[in-house]
């Protein structure tokens, strides 16, 4: 497995293995790996020759200084884990390799960021597209995987690679939960023994409200939101019921599209998201 810091170092390991006609995937994460990204990088060894997986704990997309600073990360045990998983390249870039300059951009997302985590964390999808554009500039992959998880962000990538027209294709992988059902995330390493006990409660809610689609979509809102609310430890900051395309709320289980729900739940100082599809 190669560990690579420089963007000239994996630009000569891509273009080597495209001279000789080798697939490359890429799966962006931000370290800390668990079940959840383990998925794409299986899912992309499958469809691909080569797979790169990229650590980097991108500034630009944390609204908020504490959660950058206490963001978790163990490089040693992560490449332990790639390594066991037969990753071909791991791209791990200091700062100055994505950023060497200030990216003063602004996309504009349409619709897609005026909801839920778009609204909740200003600037946060703007932060995300600067480095995931920065890195299939890099890595010329043909295709890329993201998590379901990170519904929205999903949603904004595919966008971005429309309107930027890169010749990747983005592929969505299904959330890998744990045997209690709470979604995977690096940010569950900080919840304490007590919080991570309760925040199985936010799937069990949502999965509960799958089966609740006799309710109007507001009642069905407050009664996820009641219910997550009535444990002391959490704290809902927003649930909401949204069109699959275009990522507003919806008011009516007759709508068009598919819909999904999404949520952001805070235990202590810790945020976590899930999301459950509707239809
Ligand atoms: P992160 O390291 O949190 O930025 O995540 C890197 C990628 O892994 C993103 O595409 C996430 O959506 C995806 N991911 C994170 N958690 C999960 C999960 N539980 N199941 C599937 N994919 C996930």
Not at 36 to 43: A, D, F, P, R, T
Not at 152 to 180: G, H, W, Y
Not at 214 to 224: M, T, Y
Not at 259 to 265: E, K, M, Q, R, T
Request: charged share 25%; proline share 5%.
């Amino acid at each position: 497995m190669e560990v690579l810091k420089t963007v000239q170092a994996v630009r000569s390991f891509c273009k080597e293995h495209k001279n000789s006609g080798k697939t490359i995937g890429l799966v962006p994460t931000m370290g800390a790996l668990h079940e959840g990204h383990i998925s794409l990088v299986k899912k992309c060894k499958k469809e691909n020759n080569i797979t790169i997986v990229s650590i980097f704990i991108n500034p630009e997309q944390f609204n908020n200084k504490n959660d950058f600073r206490n963001y978790p990360h163990d490089i040693e045990r992560d490449l332990k884990i790639l390594k066991e998983q037969n990753t071909d390249c791991v791209f791990v870039p200091p700062e100055e390799e994505i950023y060497p300059a200030p990216d003063y951009r602004m996309f504009n997302f349409g619709t897609l960021d005026k909801s839920m985590e778009g609204a909740f964390r200003p600037g946060h999808f703007n932060g995300v597209a600067k480095v995931v554009s920065r890195l299939f500039q890099i890595i010329e992959a043909q295709r890329a995987y993201f998590g379901e998880k990170d519904f929205q962000q999903l949603a904004i990538i595919k966008q971005m690679v429309k309107f930027i027209n890169l010749p990747v294709e983005v592929r969505s992988c299904p959330t890998v939960r744990n045997s209690d059902g709470l979604a995977q995330s690096s940010r569950n390493a900080l919840l304490n023994p007590q919080q991570r006990t309760h925040a199985s409660l936010i799937s069990k809610v949502l999965f509960e409200a799958r089966d609740k689609k006799d309710l109007p979509v507001e009642e069905l809102k407050n009664w996820v939101a009641t219910r997550i609310n009535e444990n002391p430890f959490l704290e809902v900051e927003y649930f909401e019921i949204a069109d699959i395309e275009t990522l507003q709320p919806v008011r009516s289980w007759e709508n068009g599209n598919g819909i999904i729900g999404c949520i952001a739940v805070k235990t202590g100082n810790v945020r976590l998201i899930d999301n459950v599809f509707f239809k």
